[in-house]
């Protein structure tokens, strides 16, 4: 049997679809080996370039060869490493090492394994969002272009999902938007509100950085402020444990699930209309819609978007369990649960924005459709309208209202029981009782008269 080579031998192995189907490269970059790894020797020359500065023996040599490595990263080295020490982040001081064997006696000097692991989490977390946070913009400006254009195009509302007073299309949208805008701001606030755990040692006590600068507790305030600083973040957290509190991790999933459920009710919505035939997600010239039946235009990107976001919600469960079960100042097994649900809330928040943009710029809406429905349900909500003209034309309130009802059973038994159209103005119309009012029927019958401060709102 012949060797299989690299891309083969990658095929014979189950890859992620979120990374190898989905997500954008920015976002799959954000969470691969390369920018982890990276970030840990940029955090480990911050810890060394701020520990020199506040006096410890460090020279401008071993600064000089860290910085000049920070990208030359030896995984093959780093792998077999971890395979011997079966150490993640020792792994990695020595590969480091290896290629700053002038700077190695002071690589991860005072430092614990949460202070790579931990404040690369948080940056990762932070620069997520800052991929995110834009999408979300896009997709809120095109929708926003769409409710503008289409602010006045009456169209049939649902309660319960069966007909109900009239909004307009573009007020439906606005429903949309808002919820988005609720999460842009959620989202914002999430970032905004991270914290760098910083210099905290292996139980969050400091002590490791007090011994090395001899009981001087100023300096180790002044070291964590340094480091901070130097890793992009405004504040750090004033206390942890060995990692930061996992409650962190609760807030940042949870603004992601909620992302998720707004989606998956406007692509719901936007599945529900394709079914009506009065709106479509864009559907391309080639695009195959059923492998047996040609004529089929199905939702896909709506339906991904729901799939995956059902997927997004769900992971705020992993750290609400984490969180709850961390032992005084830490245990293990927080790591590989968090190695997976971070990673992937982001990812698939990540898709489902990117299809969502794709969705709202290309949406056909079908006029005439729209039309055709109202007129098959605009005559029942007509009746009030035309009791009040009745009366002000001198009839009698219960006459109006006994004729009406009479009328209306009949041209729904037509719907209903012979699957006709809604004749009820005609039979309004043939009835001389309602003469008085037959000249106002079809202003009595505007739809845009039944849209309220729909296109205000709008």
């Known amino acids: 049997m012949a060797t299989p080579g690299a891309e083969e031998d990658a095929l014979a192995r189950y890859r992620s679809p979120l990374v190898s189907r989905y997500a954008s490269a920015e976002m799959g970059f954000n969470f691969s080996e390369r920018k982890k790894f990276g970030t840990w020797r940029r955090l480990w020359l911050y810890l060394a370039q701020a520990e020199k500065s506040l006096g410890l023996p460090i020279t401008d040599e071993q600064i000089q060869e860290m910085e000049a490595n920070l990208d030359n990263i030896d995984f093959k080295m780093a792998a077999e490493e971890e395979k011997k020490l079966r150490h993640d982040v020792m792994a990695h001081v020595h590969t480091f090492a290896h290629c700053c064997p002038k700077a190695a006696a ?3 000097l005072g430092a614990t394994s949460c202070y790579v692991g931990d404040n690369t989490d948080l940056i990762v977390l932070r620069d997520g969002f800052n991929l995110l946070l834009p999408k979300l913009a896009r997709v809120i400006s095109r929708l926003a272009d769409f409710a503008e254009k289409y602010a006045d195009l009456p169209t049939l509302g649902f309660t319960h999902y069966q007909p109900a007073q009239l909004t307009t299309v573009g007020k439906r949208c ?17 970032r905004d509100d991270l914290r760098f755990r910083g210099v905290k040692g292996t139980t969050g006590t400091q002590a490791s950085f007090l011994q090395l600068f001899e009981g001087d507790h100023s300096k180790v305030e002044e070291l964590d402020r340094l480091v901070t600083a130097k890793a992009g973040f405004k504040r750090a957290y004033i206390v942890t444990g060995q990692t930061y509190s996992r409650k962190v991790d609760i807030e940042v999933l949870s603004v992601l699930a909620s992302l998720g459920a707004s989606i998956h009710k406007i692509c719901t919505d936007i599945r529900l209309l394709a079914n009506l035939k009065e709106i479509e997600e864009p559907f391309e010239k080639d695009q195959i819609g059923s492998s047996a039946m040609p004529y089929k ?27 709850s079960v961390q032992w005084f100042e830490r245990t293990l097994d927080d790591s590989a649960n968090r190695r997976v649900c971070l990673a992937e809330a982001f990812l698939t928040a990540d898709i489902i924005l990117s299809t969502l943009q794709n969705i709202s710029e290309g949406l056909v809406v079908y006029p005439k459709v729209i039309e055709r429905r109202i007129r098959q349900e605009l005559p029942f909500m007509a009746t009030e309208n035309i009791i ?15 004729k009406i009802r009479v009328l209306s059973q009949q041209a729904a038994a037509v719907v209903k029981q012979e699957g006709g159209d809604n004749d009820f103005i005609a039979r309004v119309r043939a009835d001389p009782y309602f003469s008085p009012i037959h000249k106002q029927l079809e202003s009595l019958l505007d739809p845009s008269s039944f849209t309220g401060r729909a296109p205000q709102q709008v």
């Not at 949309?176 to 999430?190: G, V």
């Not at 235009?297 to 969180?323: F, K, V, W």
Request: aromatic share 2%; glycine share 4%.
């Open 388 to 402: 009040m003209a009745m009366v002000k034309a001198g009839g009698n309130r219960q006459d109006c209202h006994e």
């Open 297 to 323: 235009r199905n939702p896909m990107r709506s339906e991904r978007c729901c799939s995956l976001a059902r997927h997004l919600m769900t992971l705020i469960l992993d750290p609400l369990q984490t969180a």
């Open 106 to 108: 002071i690589i991860h």
């Open 174 to 190: 606005c429903l949309w938007i808002q919820d988005l805008c609720m999460d842009l701001q959620n989202l914002e606030r999430a």
